[in-house]
């Protein structure tokens, strides 16, 4: 059973960095691809990155691309992503979910909040 807890988000200056980190409590977290995704109140979900379950496939939204960048530990079950040059567009609620293999995304974690300052 997948099991995702995020954390890493706060507050941050535009031009800065974080690192989101989302574990999965579960035992077969190097079978699934896992991705991050964000979310304003009131908005849709949108996808921010994807990797494979080898890590050595990623994805990424238009809007990110050459700013942030997925990766995964899967001797600790961990999935990562690194966040440089923040903008304050950036502001959003981070979900890390995982896929199965049907493609869809089955599992969710609680979110954690990231806000960039200007």
């Known amino acids: 059973q997948v099991q995702l807890t995020e954390s890493g988000g706060g507050l941050v200056q535009a031009g800065g960095s974080l690192r989101l980190s989302c574990v999965d409590s579960?035992?077969?977290?190097?079978?699934?691809?896992m991705g991050w995704f964000r979310q304003a109140p009131g908005k849709e979900r949108e996808f921010v990155a994807a990797?494979?379950?080898?890590?050595?496939?990623?994805y990424y939204a238009d809007s990110v691309k050459g700013r942030f960048t997925i990766s995964r530990d899967n001797a600790k079950n961990t999935v990562y992503l690194q966040m440089n040059s923040l903008k304050p567009e950036d502001t959003f609620v981070y979900y890390c979910a995982a896929k199965g293999s049907t493609g869809e995304y089955h599992t969710w974690g609680q979110g954690t909040q990231v806000t960039v300052s200007s």
């Open positions: 579960g035992r077969a977290f190097s079978s699934y691809a």
């Open positions: 990797i494979s379950w080898s890590g050595g496939s990623t």
